[in-house]
């Protein structure tokens, strides 16, 4: 079936420090888009890929499509407190109006 | 933005009892809903893909005849938990989606089966 890895599954990091998450699917993607989902909360909806080797950004936060469009990455330029969170991959495949999420990364910022 | 509310947030209910859990989409109308379920700690599952109008798709291993779904409107579906059990109780979240594909999620529903 359709899978949607995600690494790493929890990252720890000084405030300050970069933070990246990246996600690999089995199969080829229409797109890919990013959630950021607090303790106790719902996932919001970040950004989304659509084309090949995209690169999109927003402020300190850079999110990346790879040429095959099989995966993807999200990278945060010196961490702040609020950017404490699970951050989710959700992938959909070509043909499928769906989407599969990736497991995650729990990013923990210390202050 | 696009907000989605969902009812209730919070429901405790005997065994084989079912559970009624309402998604809708208040300012905007969505073009698909879907439900997932969370465990703690854990990702979001994708249950079904909800289409108004038409039977919703369930992913494999989801019963179709334990969660029915109905896609009343644009605005609105139902996920209806039946005979509930212990190992139903879990965190369910829905989402709709634009006509650009973004997915705006509902608070969830956390359900408990004693």
């Known amino acids: 079936g359709q899978q949607v890895m995600q690494i790493p599954q929890y990252q720890h990091v000084q405030e300050g420090e970069d933070f990246t998450t990246y996600c690999n699917s089995s199969t080829t993607l229409s797109n890919i888009q990013w959630y950021k989902q607090r303790p106790g909360g719902h996932p919001v909806f970040l950004i989304q890929?659509?084309?090949?080797?995209e690169v999109k950004k927003q402020k300190r936060l850079t999110f990346q499509f790879g040429e095959a469009k099989k995966n993807s990455s999200l990278h945060i330029t010196a961490t702040q407190t609020t950017d404490v969170g699970t951050y989710f991959c959700?992938?959909?495949?070509?043909?499928?109006?769906?989407?599969?999420f990736g497991s995650g990364t729990k990013l923990n910022v210390k202050p | 933005g696009a907000v989605v509310s969902q009812h209730p947030s919070r429901v405790i209910c005997k065994s084989g009892t079912s559970v009624k859990i309402e998604c809708r989409s208040l300012d905007f109308q969505a073009t698909t809903m879907f439900w997932y379920r969370q465990f703690p700690k854990q990702s979001l599952m994708l249950m079904a893909t909800?289409?108004?109008?038409?039977?919703?798709?369930?992913e494999q291993g989801v019963e179709k005849d334990k969660f029915l779904i109905n896609h009343a409107s644009l605005t609105l579906s139902t996920l209806t938990v039946t005979s509930a059990h212990p190992e139903d109780s879990s965190f369910y979240i829905c989402?709709?989606?634009?006509?650009?594909?973004?997915?705006?999620f509902g608070p969830g529903t956390r359900l408990t089966v004693l």
């Open positions: 959700a992938g959909s495949p070509y043909n499928f109006n769906k989407f599969y």
């Open positions: 890929l659509v084309k090949s080797g």
């Open positions: 909800s289409n108004e109008g038409s039977k919703a798709t369930y």
């Open positions: 989402s709709a989606t634009t006509r650009n594909n973004e997915q705006f």
